[in-house]
Every structure is written in structure tokens, then in C-alpha cells.
């Protein structure tokens, strides 16, 4: 019997004639982190927003074990299960903090971002709520002093690192990312990546992460899949995978990161 946290099964979605991806089956063990890599288009996206329930899959299904010990097809869940579960199961880092419901809310304080989130897993006590996020900042090394800063004011690598705060603040069990190192500036990720490196083994997290950069696959992950034009040709442990390539595909992806 699977104790997997995670089970997707044959996930397809077309956007008219355009295949998004295509029959997608895949276990994530708690703990684990999985890297989906490939170049854009190759619709790891797409798969990314299947999961996260964003997307309704042509055909396929995701369950997920909830912390009954039950797994549960998260397309049978009610529209206010889902969001509960997104509240508190699960977190998702974006590569555009402004994106999505669970996005970074703009015109709101640092430390509200992250009270908001503890709210709506049930939180009232308003002292309680402000020392969890003032705790939760310093472990994303956020000063003290700009909790009560907008996010407006932060630069693109301290946005990352209050989504990150925000997301794992209730404890998650799973957490997607879809390139939160993109577009910074290559000390802020590497900055950024050990902090990430260090949360997810000290938290224990199952993590989902999007990436077109094997470096960070390499660094974060212990399973890659490689997808292309909609399927995952190629799957495996990262070193095996990034080291001795079986696909075409897959050794011009890590001969062009090499040669770059």
C-alpha cells in the first residue's frame, strides 16, 4: 500500500488544439521534494496549476492525503474544502508574488500578509497573531522593523521571502513553487535558494517545484521529472537524471546549462 502525500494519475488538459500536458502520473512522498523541469512551453505550468486545482484537467485526477490519513480526490472536495485545505495544507510560492489568490496581498503590511493567513486558519488573538508573523519574518530574514511596511516598498527578493513566510506560517504539509528564483539577481537567489534549502529539511516539507534552471533542481530537489511538448519523457533521482542523462532531450538540456 502507498503512503504517498500526493498521487496524480493520467492528468491531461488541451487548450483547444494545443496539448497543455498529457497523461501525467506521478506519486510525492511526504518529505519529498520533486523538481518538474523543461523549457517553457513544455507544459510543467500547466501540470504545476492542475494540481493546485487551478486548472480542471481534461482528464486524470489528484488525490491527496489529508492529515486523517485518507486520501481524497481533490475534485471531490467541496469549493470550501479546497479553500481550507489551500489555507492550511498547502502553500504556493509564485514567481510573481502579486499572482494568484494566495498571492501577496499589495496595499497590506508585511505583518498583516502573514497574520491574514493565520486568520484564516482560525487565529483571533491579535498579540498571538502579530508575534507568530514577527517570528516568521526573522526566519526569512526580514527585519523587525519593516513588519509594518507594504509590500510596495520591498525589493522582488524580499517579496519572495515574505510569500514564503506567508505560505509556511500554518504549517503546510505540501508546498508548490513555480520559479520563485526567476528574474532576481544571482546573489539574491543563491540567498534565497539557502534559505529555501534550509526550511523545507528543517520543516520536513513535500515540495512540488516548477523550475526551468537545473542548478536549482540540482540544489532543492530529490527527484526530477523532465517534461517536453506536454510529457514527462524522462523521470528519476536528480543526480541520476542531471548526471547521466537517458534522453536526447534531457542531455541537451544539461549540455546547454553547461555550456552556458
Not at 13 to 24: E, T
Not at 45 to 59: F, H, R
Not at 64 to 87: C, I, K, Q
Not at 100 to 113: D, E, F, K
Request: with cysteine.
Amino acid at each position: 500500500m502507498s503512503d504517498a502525500l500526493l498521487q496524480a494519475r493520467g492528468l491531461t488538459k488541451r487548450y483547444g488544439a494545443r496539448l497543455g500536458c498529457a497523461d501525467v502520473s506521478f506519486d510525492l512522498d511526504p518529505g519529498e521534494v520533486l523538481a518538474i523541469v523543461g523549457e517553457s512551453g513544455s507544459g510543467k505550468s500547466t501540470l504545476l496549476s492542475l494540481i493546485a486545482t487551478e486548472l480542471q484537467p481534461d482528464a486524470g485526477s489528484v488525490g491527496y492525503r489529508m492529515r486523517d490519513g485518507v486520501m481524497r480526490d481533490l475534485a471531490a472536495l467541496s469549493e470550501a474544502e479546497r479553500r481550507a485545505l489551500m489555507r492550511t495544507d498547502w502553500g504556493f510560492v509564485r514567481q510573481d508574488a502579486r499572482q494568484g489568490r494566495q498571492g501577496l496581498r499589495m496595499a497590506v503590511s508585511a505583518g498583516g500578509n502573514v497574520g491574514e493567513r493565520l486568520m484564516g486558519a482560525g487565529a483571533r488573538h491579535y498579540g498571538n497573531i502579530r508575534g507568530t508573523a514577527l517570528d516568521w519574518l526573522a526566519k526569512v530574514e526580514i527585519a523587525a522593523d519593516r513588519v509594518d511596511d507594504p509590500p510596495t516598498r520591498f525589493s522582488g527578493g524580499m517579496r519572495q521571502r515574505l510569500q514564503i513566510a506567508r505560505n509556511l506560517v500554518t504549517g503546510p504539509c505540501l508546498v508548490l513553487m513555480d520559479e520563485p528564483t526567476s528574474g532576481l539577481d544571482v546573489s539574491v537567489q543563491a540567498r534565497l535558494l539557502d534559505l529555501i534549502r534550509g526550511l523545507v529539511a528543517e520543516l520536513g516539507l513535500a515540495v512540488i517545484i516548477v523550475t526551468h534552471d537545473l542548478a536549482v533542481a540540482r540544489l532543492l530537489s530529490h527527484r526530477v521529472m523532465v517534461m517536453r511538448a506536454g510529457r514527462v519523457i524522462e523521470t528519476g533521482l536528480t543526480d541520476q537524471v542531471l548526471d547521466d542523462p537517458a534522453e536526447p532531450y534531457t542531455q541537451l538540456l544539461v549540455s546547454s546549462v553547461l555550456a552556458a
